[in-house]
C-alpha cells in the first residue's frame, strides 16, 4: 500500500483530513468524527491490531498511529503494509 492509496481509503471511510505544516514541510492528518461517539477504534494490520487510536498521520515514508494524548505513537513503513483495515463502531 502507498501513501496516495491510504490517503483515499482514509477519505472514504468518513475521516476528517487536516493538514499540519511545518518548517520541513507538511503532512497529512486524519481523525475520527468528533460529532459521532466511537466504542470501539481500531485498526487491522496483518501482523495483528491497534485499538484506542486517535489520528493516522501521512508521511513521506511511513505512517504514524496516534493514541490520544500522544503517550504512544506507531511508526510503519508504507513498504511493509500487507493489510490495512480501519474498524470505526459507533455506540
Known amino acids: 500500500m502507498n501513501r496516495n492509496e ?3 481509503y482514509l477519505k472514504s471511510i468518513g475521516m476528517f483530513k487536516l493538514i499540519i ?17 466511537y466504542f470501539s477504534m ?18 513521506t515514508n511511513e505512517i504514524v498511529i496516534e493514541t490520544k ?5 506507531i511508526n510503519i513503513n508504507y513498504k511493509s503494509i ?3 483495515e480501519v474498524i470505526l463502531e459507533e455506540e
Request: proline fraction near 2%.
Open 6 to 8: 491510504m490517503y483515499y
Open 21 to 37: 505544516w511545518r518548517e520541513t514541510g507538511y503532512h497529512v492528518k486524519f481523525v475520527p468524527d468528533n460529532e459521532k461517539e
Open 42 to 59: 481500531r485498526i487491522n494490520l496483518d501482523w495483528g491490531y491497534i485499538r484506542e487510536f486517535d489520528a493516522i498521520h501521512l508521511c
Open 69 to 73: 494524548y500522544g503517550f504512544s505513537k
Open 82 to 84: 500487507n493489510k490495512f
